[in-house]
């Protein structure tokens, strides 16, 4: 358990129905989760998908800092 209660309110899924997924990198183009995130977000834990927006978030910060 959380000390402030994050970790335990279910996030919602970052899919935004722009479902490409980039061949170079197979990352999808519209919600930066990779097929195996995208696929366990239906039986994950709420811990877990905290952790895969965690890396959402992080492949968006670094790629708005490539371009």
Do not use: F
């Amino acid at each position: 358990m959380s000390r402030n209660g994050v970790d335990e309110i279910e996030p919602t899924s970052p899919c935004n129905r722009i479902c490409t997924i980039d061949s170079a990198s197979a990352i999808c183009l519209g919600c930066a989760r990779t097929l195996d995130e995208i696929a366990a977000w239906p039986s994950a834990s709420t811990a877990q998908k905290h952790a895969i927006l965690a890396r959402v978030a992080q492949r968006q910060s670094v790629s708005s800092r490539s371009t």
